[in-house]
């Protein structure tokens, strides 16, 4: 009994003193202290050790692990477009806080395209109080318009028996292909003989405003009795056809009073015929004026196409 007693208070008193320990890291274990006591102040001593002179804590690396995983996470979060960032912080946030997806769908019923502006902001004849320098969707038809081609129209004329007819400017791919000026301008239609250029007098509706312009349109026979159904249109006539009978009529007025003339100014006519033929002479050559042609290279290229439509 008394070797029992002798071991219970030999454990109990911490064990057999060593020369070799430290009193700073041996263990001093009162005798009042139990097992569990003296396990849970080992964990404590171990979770306040810091990193390098022990073992790290559970708690400690699980900080350490989750600062590592954000930095990777929020690295591969803002290599993403914008486009997956924003699904993902929508997932997240229904997840999260409750809701569906039609909660995040906006509303499309005031989208629009650059043809509904165009449909919008267009105008057959632009006028200089039309024109808005701050208004951007004003600057894109004005812009359209100008890539427009005005000498001639092309036309829809399937409603011409109720006397209403679509006329509008032809575009690029329209002047190449010749439709509308060696081409009928209807639009159902691809004759290529006979046309005819037509001045219409064209009355439209824009924007609650009646509006008039003169255009030209040059159709085949079979579509100007569509355009004439109603009433009858004026025939373009062109500059150069003018000219001609003008002419002809001075030629035939001065035709008419040439023997008038020549019986009162017969005396005249022989000065005159004095005077050129003294200046044949190669001395007067160089005394008389130059005739020099008045017409500019504008109305040299109109009557050359004048001249080709007739």
Known sequence: ?????????????????????????????????????????????????????????????????????????????????AYSRHKIMVNNYIKYYGGSMKDFKRSRASDKTDYDILRE???????????????????????????LYKEYCVADLSKYKENKIALRWRIEREVISGKGQFLCGNLKCGASDDLRSWEVNFGYMERGEKKNA?????????????????????????????????????????????????????????????????????????SRPVNIDTKTREDEIEDYFEDMLL
């Open 121 to 147: 902001q267009h105008r057959f004849v632009w006028e200089d109080e039309d024109e808005d320098g701050n208004n951007w969707e004003k600057r894109l038809a004005k812009k359209y318009y100008d890539r």
């Open 1 to 81: 009994m008394n070797d029992s007693s002798d071991l219970i208070q030999f454990h109990a008193s911490g064990g057999i003193d060593s020369d070799f320990e430290d009193e700073s890291t041996s263990p001093c274990i009162e005798p009042s202290q139990t097992n569990e006591e003296i396990s849970t102040g080992s964990k404590r001593k171990h979770s306040t050790t810091k990193h390098g002179q022990g073992i790290p804590s559970k708690r400690a690396f699980e900080d350490l692990y989750e600062a590592e995983a954000a930095k990777i996470d929020r690295i591969h979060f803002l290599a993403l477009d």
């Open 214 to 286: 003169l255009v030209k349109l040059r159709l085949c026979l079979k579509c100007s009795d569509k355009l004439n159904y109603h009433h009858r249109r004026r025939l373009a006539k062109s500059k150069m056809k003018n000219d001609t009978t003008r002419i002809v009529e001075n030629s035939s007025n001065r035709d008419s009073g040439a023997t008038q003339e020549s019986e009162q100014n017969t005396s005249s006519e022989q000065l005159k015929e004095e005077s050129a033929k003294s200046s044949d002479k190669p001395d007067n050559v160089w």
